[in-house]
């Protein structure tokens, strides 16, 4: 009876640590059934692909990663919603769980903090803006070196990422209009020069 009333009294004396542990479990059940429930999803969709179509400015991009570079150019894809940009990218190497996918829709810098170097071959940025790309110059150049995000006054929640080797690719409804009104031209000549872009217009990536 006495070891019963001890366990009683640590288990109600840590009913904080206790009620985390629940929640954390309860969090971790649920990502496990989403997670379950997208691979459903993914699997439907993986049966009604068609072929997507070859693009040279594709294959240029994908040739630098054939050796170990100190900067990339990163890929652009430029045309109307429904074209297939987004799931061209999540094929473009024939496995889609390893794309890290990112939406840069008015926001200053991509939030990678769950980005994973050692997993993740393809890092899509969602409408990422050509103000965006410039002022993350040397993220979008994928050097060989940790790459600072988050940074701040204090950096209190600043963090690291390595992109080198990691292909970037954006998908963007109107790049080159945005691109067009940027006052700098040397902002302009950086983005040319360190870029593949692909216009789609609003034909479809695939057959």
Not at 79 to 94: E, I, M, N, R
Not at 117 to 130: M, R, V
Request: glycine share 4%; hydrophobic share 35%.
């Amino acid at each position: 009876m006495k070891n019963d009333s001890q366990e009683y009294v640590k288990i109600v004396s840590n009913v904080g640590g206790n009620l985390d542990n629940i929640k954390r479990l309860e969090r971790e059940v649920a990502n496990m059934l989403l997670a379950a429930k997208l691979e459903e999803i993914q699997k439907a969709l993986r049966g009604k692909l068609q072929p997507f179509k070859k693009y040279s400015k594709v294959d240029e991009f994908l040739a630098q990663y054939k050796e170990i570079r100190s900067r990339y150019k990163f890929l652009v894809l430029e045309g109307q919603s429904k074209t297939g940009k987004t799931c061209f990218t999540k094929w473009l190497l024939g496995n889609p769980d390893r794309v890290f996918e990112t939406n840069c829709a008015a926001c200053p810098e991509p939030e990678l903090r769950d980005f994973n170097s050692l997993y993740h071959e393809i890092i899509l940025f969602d409408e990422a803006a050509p103000e965006m790309v410039i002022n993350q110059k040397k993220l979008f150049q994928a050097p060989p070196c940790f790459v600072e995000m988050g940074c701040s006054a204090t950096n209190c929640h600043s963090y690291r990422v390595l992109v080198s080797g990691t292909r970037l690719v954006i998908c963007s409804n109107g790049w080159s209009e945005a691109v067009a009104q940027m006052r700098s031209e040397a902002d302009k000549d950086w983005l040319r020069e360190n870029s593949f872009v692909v216009d789609v217009k609003n034909e479809r990536m695939y057959s």
